[in-house]
């Protein structure tokens, strides 16, 4: 038998050395074929020394499912490196998200960082989102081998060489490497270092500051995708790299600066790598510029030269190659020592931006602005966005700039989809203003282009610009409001040709949703209109102002333009405690950029300027409640047009009056329970902190419920504010959930949300000592003393397991004696006893068990 187990240890022992010790790195990765198929590879790196080597792998594909990817590639790398190719093709159920794990027992012997690896599986995975919502994906290409060799003592770096075949975002962070299932490995950790060892998630590059020790190492790099903002898979690739002691120096490269350029530029710099030691060093580059599809860059390959070396890059870029993510790409210089081969790597960020088109002329036809541009050239333009202004500007584009940012203030005014069109008619101006115009090409995939330069334009001449829509009077039916207008100049009289009038409009509201009785005035004198005898209190008034010609044909007369539109400020006030919220309804053509707020001065009877707003919101703040304030608003606004410069557009609001009242319930006390078990009572303690939503606190009420989500919980007390402590004492259970309501000086209660429950407390505990001898002195066995505590089911067992007392009484009060009436034996009871308490959720059994010792004095006699 024993030489059978030693046959058997042996055994395996050779199936391990087959099956084992080869893994040294890898990934996943995976390519859209159509619908829900994908070709799935699974890249290792292994051990050439090892005899375990594999023709296929299993993949684990996250549907419920596994399949067999052949070997289609296996290569010869220097340093005892096989690369092997497994592939194969699958096609999903449907849109979900598949974690693909592949594992091949085992990693190789003397991993430092991975416990006793040769043991340990080695697993790859990779996530795959199908999501017809985010459209089809492929994961990102990785370049560089990633397996590589470090100095002790020497900064080492290394980049992944990843490409994103669909254009889109990547981000890198250290992970952990992975065994059965996918999982994490226990007891992983990263290599030791001098400072620090991390991956910067820009560019990839994974930076070891510095090693310390010589051995083989294995750290895991993830590499996440995003799209719209949202990560739409990873990939965790292994990585293996071989700490050596050694006097070669790495080659270094010099700084390459990052680029932003237009589509269309030429792209040409050099890059210089030199090693300290004058050995021969080769310099070569990797990165997605060189995978497009159309005009690639290019960079020599594999440059070697002695001591220094210098590859020039050359990118002629084109308008496919517009995109949101930047183009990375990584830099190697390798050096050729005998003792070890030392890289260094640098990466740098390429973006192409869309280039923008340029406006050809801009024409005001007093009615419109008219705009021209010349059309994008790029095949991949799909449109364009026009924005407008209100008035001029100076600002500059920045280099890297695409899209209008909002702090320039421009408004998004037309999409046009076809970008075969040149030119836009904005129908929607206003007389007085100086408009500026912005346009931007759209690319694929809504890509924003650099902007155009501004083109800006007066409308003044040909209609009418209003002025003033001021209150004269505040009152119910004896308001007045004054309308004042400038009269059109230059305008198109061949066009327009004669006799003309105004037609003046009126709505009693903000927007001008119901004009009736319209005013006519022949000819155009006159410039201003005073609206009596309306209600200014309650609602402001809008006036719609339109230029007409005869139309000698149609015989009727017809507008010149569009309407001018312009509404009476009108003041709102919403009151609170101490303080009056004021805010300023307009509709109007010019642009009001101040507030000047007055208040009504009881002493002298005048309005006295109080404030300066340049919003539409004001508040008047430390009033005094229940008492009256009055208030009206003075605007002060302007056109824009160079013409009207000096025009300064004053109106006044109607007088409103308002009072203060707290109708704001304050703030609910941040408070704590505890019990305190030996005392049977619970403590409730709270505070208000220092905020002015405790002002005017006038009393606390305590509700407390003893059961848990209780609809009606019991009002226990009326407390002040100088108490911060409660007390209390429940008398079924000690458990209970407790809330509180605040309410103010002025009646305001805040119903507090916030409910703290407890439950803590246990009160029936039984002696393991008991002597039934007719001594008087623990005759009884009963419990310590208790409270809470409704009923029991106790059963007392012999040490044979016979029942010899049971009883659903707290008390118990067994005299020893078994359900026959005889005293049991001395010796050990064994009992089982379910408590029922009061919980917070209602009776609940507490299951307690224990021993029982029963003694007697030595000459008792039991009948």
């Not at 320039?408 to 030119?423: A, G, L, M, Q, S």
């Not at 400038?486 to 105004?502: E, H, K, L, M, V």
């Not at 047009?641 to 304050?666: G, K």
């Amino acid at each position: 038998m024993k030489r059978f187990i030693i046959l058997l240890i042996f055994a395996t022992i050779s199936v391990s050395n087959i099956y084992a010790t080869h893994n040294r790195a890898g990934q996943i990765i995976y390519r859209h074929i159509s619908g829900y198929s994908y070709e799935i590879e699974i890249w290792t790196y292994t051990y050439t020394k090892s005899s375990a080597d594999r023709d296929s792998l299993d993949l684990n594909l996250g549907d419920g499912s596994t399949m067999v990817l052949p070997r289609i590639r296996k290569t010869t790398l220097p340093n005892f490196y096989y690369e092997n190719v497994y592939r194969g093709r699958h096609t999903f159920p449907g849109p979900g998200t598949f974690i693909l794990v592949a594992e091949d027992p085992n990693r190789n012997e003397g991993v430092l960082n991975i416990p006793n690896s040769v043991n340990v599986m080695f697993a790859l995975t990779s996530v795959l989102q199908i999501n017809p919502f985010l459209g089809h994906n492929d994961a990102p290409i990785l370049y560089t081998k990633p397996i590589d060799k470090a100095a002790v003592g020497q900064v080492f770096t290394h980049n992944p060489g990843a490409y994103d075949p669909d254009g889109d975002s990547l981000s890198f962070k250290m992970d952990t490497c992975r065994y059965d299932n996918g999982a994490k490995i226990p007891g992983f950790s990263l290599p030791p270092s001098t400072n620090s060892i991390y991956v910067n998630p820009t560019t990839g590059d994974l930076i070891w500051d510095t090693p310390t020790q010589v051995g083989v190492y294995n750290v895991a790099m993830r590499i996440e995708e995003w799209r719209d903002g949202v990560i739409i898979s990873n990939v965790i690739r292994d990585i293996q790299i071989e700490v050596e002691e050694t006097d070669n120096q790495p080659p270094v490269i010099a700084p390459v600066e990052n680029l932003c350029v237009v589509a269309g530029d030429f792209i040409q710099f050099d890059v210089h790598a030199s090693d300290p030691d004058n050995d021969f060093v080769f310099l070569e580059a990797t990165g997605a510029p060189f995978f497009v599809d159309v005009s690639p860059a290019t960079f020599p390959d594999s440059i070697p030269a002695i001591g220094s070396v210098t590859g020039t890059f050359k990118w002629q870029t084109v308008c496919e190659h517009i995109s949101n993510a930047v183009y990375n790409v990584t830099f190697k210089a390798t050096d050729d020592n005998p003792e070890v081969n030392l890289t260094d790597y640098q990466t740098m960020e390429i973006k192409i931006i869309g280039p923008a088109v340029q406006f050809t002329s801009i024409e005001n036809s007093n009615t419109h602005v008219i705009l021209k541009w010349d059309k994008s050239t790029c095949p991949n333009a799909t449109g364009y966005k026009i924005y407008r202004r209100n008035q001029t500007e100076n600002f500059v584009i920045g280099d890297c700039q695409t899209g209008i940012p909002d702090e320039w203030e421009y408004d998004f005014i037309k999409e046009i989809v076809d970008p075969n069109t040149n030119f836009y008619v904005n129908s929607h101006v206003t007389p007085g203003f100086n408009y500026c115009y912005r346009i931007v090409v759209i690319y694929n995939d809504d890509i924003e282009g650099q902007p155009s330069e501004k083109e800006c334009i007066e409308i003044v001449e040909g209609v009418p610009i209003l002025t003033l829509s001021s209150v004269l009077e505040t009152d119910i039916s004896n308001g007045e409001i004054q309308v004042k207008w400038i009269n059109p100049i230059n305008f198109d009289t061949i066009a327009y040709q004669g006799p003309y009038r105004y037609l003046l409009e009126i709505s009693h509201d903000l927007y001008g949703l119901n004009y009736s009785n319209p005013i006519i005035y022949d000819g155009i004198s006159v410039n201003s209109y005073n609206d009596l005898n309306i209600n200014t209190t309650h609602n402001p008034t809008c006036y719609r102002l339109t230029l007409q010609y005869m139309d000698t044909i149609l015989n009727d007369f017809k507008n010149i333009g569009y309407p001018a539109i312009a509404a009476s400020p009108y003041l709102r006030i919403k009151s609170a405690n101490r303080r009056n919220d004021l805010y300023i309804d307009e509709n109007v053509p010019w642009d009001n950029t101040k507030y000047i707020i007055y208040r009504l001065n009881e002493t002298t009877g005048i309005f006295d300027s109080i404030g300066i707003s340049q919003s539409k919101h004001y508040r008047d703040d430390n009033l005094i409640n229940l008492k009256e304030y009055c208030y009206k608003v003075k605007t002060i606004g302007f056109y824009s047009a160079d013409s009207l410069a000096d025009l300064e557009i004053i109106n006044y609001s109607q007088i409103n009056c308002a009072t203060p009242l707290d109708t704001i319930p304050p703030c609910c006390p941040i408070f704590t329970v505890e019990s305190e078990c030996d005392l049977y009572r619970n403590v409730i303690k709270w505070n208000m902190p220092v905020d002015s939503c405790y002002d005017g606190l006038a009393e606390i009420q305590l509700f407390y419920s003893s059961r848990q989500f209780d609809g009606n919980p019991e009002q226990i007390a009326t407390l002040t504010t100088a108490d911060t402590t409660f007390f209390h004492y429940p008398d079924i259970t000690l458990a209970g959930c407790y809330s509180f309501s605040a309410i103010d000086s002025a009646g305001n209660q805040a119903l507090c949300e916030t409910v703290q429950c407890i439950d803590i407390c246990s009160y029936y505990e039984l002696p393991n000592i008991f002597t039934p001898n007719a001594d008087n002195v623990n005759d009884l066995y009963h419990p310590y003393p208790y409270k809470f505590v409704e009923s029991i089911d106790m059963k007392i067992y012999n040490r044979w397991g016979d029942l010899v007392y049971e009883t659903t009484d707290p008390d118990i009060n067994w005299n020893g004696k078994n359900i026959n009436g005889n005293l049991v034996p001395e010796g050990v009871y064994y009992y089982i006893c379910d408590v029922y308490e009061e919980r917070l959720t209602g009776l609940e059994a507490r299951n307690i068990s224990g021993f029982i010792h029963i003694y007697y004095q030595k000459d008792q006699n039991r009948p």
